[in-house]
Structures are given as C-alpha cells and as structure tokens.
C-alpha cells in the first residue's frame, strides 16, 4: 500500500472533518455491485448527470500491486478546482474518492445473498473562517447529493443485473482488456480466493 498511502497523503486529511453517514440497500449480490463499480463504460448510458461532469469515453482502471484499483477519467470542465481528485477501490469491498474539498468513504457489505448495504462516510475540508466553511459544508452537501443521485442510478442497473444472473441462463464471455481490466482483477482476486474451498467454480 506504500504508493497508495503517498497518494493519500497528497491531500490535507488533518483538515478533513466527517459531517455525514448514510446506508443504502441494493437488492443484488455485493459482487455483482463490486463488478459495477470496477469499470466506467456503463457511466454513458446510467449515468447521464456524471457523464456531463467527467470524459467518460476516457476512463481509466489502473490495478495496482493485486490489491486495489485506482479510476481516472478526466474533467469536462478544465477550469473546475476539483481536478486534483483520487478515486480508488481497495480489494474486496471499499471504495475511497478523495478530493481537495472533500472526501467519502463506501463500504460494500453483503448481508445476504442478493442483499448487500453501501455504508458511505462523508468528509469535508475545515477552516477557521465561519463564512467560508458555510460555504465549503453547502457544496460538500450538494456533492454528496449527486453522489446518491449516481448510487441511485447504480442501484437499478445492478438490481436488473442481479435479476437476469438469478435468471440462470446468463453465460459467461470475454471481458474487454481495456474496459473490464478492473472486472478482471476483481474477478480474479474472486477464483483465487476460493481456490482451495469445496465451492465449484465454472
């Protein structure tokens, strides 16, 4: 984790203060969510909102060390001051967005075999001056808003997946080495693991 953690520690956590948790319940499978969030080429067509903020035909999964996956698209909006931003998913089930404003935390816990809560932590940069943390604690507000609004969207693709999986005639194909690159790790990660249970893996 020693890149990782110089990559965390770019952004000014002591200043970082929690102002918010929320949980979620999404009726699918946690993997099923996991393999969602390990790629960007659905944002297109679920997530028009975002797809206006980032250059989502740009996205990029970068694995690192077998153990996390790094995501990066880049701005629409050159000017905007929230380029500097690290998003980041920690193998099995944590996602870390960090920005220079803010921060959030999402846990992905399975509570059952087609249930799984998203437990999310939201941070906001302190200071000393009143008006400007007024300021600074209404766009962190309006950003955890949209990050719903997404997990929302999230929400109803993953629960149509979950379904046509539970369907029992979906059959695996190739993943994409450029689009699914973080499906792939994820997967993998996945087989390793129960390699060495009673489970059958096809």
């Known amino acids: 984790f020693s890149d990782l953690l110089n990559d965390i520690l770019a952004f000014p956590l002591n200043e970082y203060r929690h102002f918010e ?3 979620h319940l999404i009726n699918c499978n946690w993997k099923t969510y996991a393999e969602n969030y390990q790629e960007g080429y659905h944002i297109q067509s679920i997530h028009p909102l975002l797809n206006k903020t980032i250059q989502s035909k740009q996205y990029l999964v970068t694995n690192k060390n077998n153990i996390y996956s790094v995501h990066y698209a880049p701005s629409r909006n050159h000017e905007s001051g929230q ?3 690290l998003w980041v998913f920690i193998y099995p089930n944590l996602a870390i967005n960090l ?10 816990l399975p509570i059952g075999k087609d249930r799984t809560i998203l437990s999310y932590d939201f941070f906001v940069r302190s200071t000393d001056d009143e008006s400007q943390m007024s300021d600074r604690m209404a766009e962190a507000k309006e950003a955890m808003i949209r990050t719903l609004e997404v997990t929302n969207e999230d929400k109803m693709i993953c629960e149509q997946v979950q379904n046509n999986l539970d369907a029992g005639i979906y059959k695996p194909g190739y993943l994409s080495p450029s689009m699914e690159n973080g499906v792939q790790f994820f997967q993998n990660r996945i087989r390793n693991e129960l390699k060495h249970t009673n489970l059958q893996l096809e």
């Open 21 to 23: 948790s929320q949980c």
């Open 99 to 108: 920005y220079e404003q803010g921060y959030s935390i999402e846990h992905i």
């Open 83 to 85: 380029e500097k931003f």
